[in-house]
């Protein structure tokens, strides 16, 4: 009952070094979103379920995550 305005971003934790995240890209038409990690800047990519909750489907480096061949 005390925290219950958090659902939207809050409490997410970067699973690296444990620093919040904050919201770097939202897609809300793929049910897609980006949060990067305050610290380390680890990029976390959750995807909506079926429930509509946000469920972290992997995270890395933007060079990882995107495929990036351009280096
Ligand atoms: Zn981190």
């Not at 305005?5 to 897609?32: M, N």
Request: net charge positive.
């Amino acid at each position: 009952m005390s925290k219950g305005t958090d659902k939207k971003y809050g409490g997410k934790k970067c699973i690296d070094c444990g620093s919040p995240l904050e919201l770097f890209e939202l897609d809300l038409a793929k049910g897609r979103r980006v949060m990067q990690c305050t610290r380390c800047g680890l990029y976390h990519f959750y995807k909506k379920d079926f429930f509509g909750k946000w469920k972290l489907v992997k995270a890395g480096k933007v060079s990882d995550l995107w495929g990036n061949s351009k280096k």
